[in-house]
């Protein structure tokens, strides 16, 4: 298990970088979907993961806080270091490290259960019984994630009956409850109208004082709107001359603030894919 930081937080010096993949290749059973990943995701930062379907962003998006371990058959090789330890490690919880590091799904998935329980869910499985404790956890949840004015007199509410961009929002707040030092984002605007992904948007760069952000998309002008660093990713492809049989794979092209990789990217790859010459 990993050590509690939250409680110790002398425990571990700071560190300009939130999280450091390192040579990273990426299995499933025998297919390698991506290799060779090295990326500082650096603290209290927005970093976006851009490219074409298929290039293995969200795969390793996923890889960082273990999520892939519920595929069956998927591996990784190298390393994710966060607070100094490799959290694929033998000795690491995959399940405190999805505490640590949490995560919003592409469709928000709230339970179904009341707006109350879905935040309070989380804090209750790590043992906060108390109610005063959980009623303060719930409304300050709610206010970060920037939806406590608009439910605040209807907590008991089902979460599934808000609308799409109030349960994402709802889905945010259920992943801030239990205090994450990291909140990944994969594509969570792409199921919502242009009104909520605005406000998800907003919701990003509110919160990345005090979270480190790392999101997938396929929005390029999302991208640049709210990242400070963007990755981008690409496929490569190889054929067998005997069987004629096509292979693909994921790799990392280039990482860079965002500013600079889309004004001036290092990689004709990079340029000829933010202009829209391919992908």
Known sequence: MMPNTQTNPSAIPARPNAIEIKKVDIYYGSYRAVHDVNIDIHDRKISAFIGPSGCGKSTVLRAINRMNDLVIGARLEGEIIFQGRNLYGADIDPVEVRRRI????????????????????GPRLLGIKDKATLDEIVES??????????????????GMALSGGQQQRLCIART???????ILMDEPCSALDPISTQRIEELMLELVDQYTIVI???NMQQAQRVSDYTAFFSIRRTEDEATGKDTRWGELVEFEQTDQLFSRPAKKETADYISGRFG
């Open 176 to 182: 801030i409850a239990v205090e994450p030092e990291v």
């Open 102 to 121: 949490g995560m919003v799904f592409q469709k928000p998935n709230p339970f179904p259960k009341s707006i109350y329980d879905n935040v309070a869910y």
């Open 141 to 158: 949840s709610l206010k970060r994630a920037a939806l406590w004015d608009e439910v605040k007199n209807d907590l008991k509410k089902s």
């Open 216 to 218: 997938v998309t396929h």
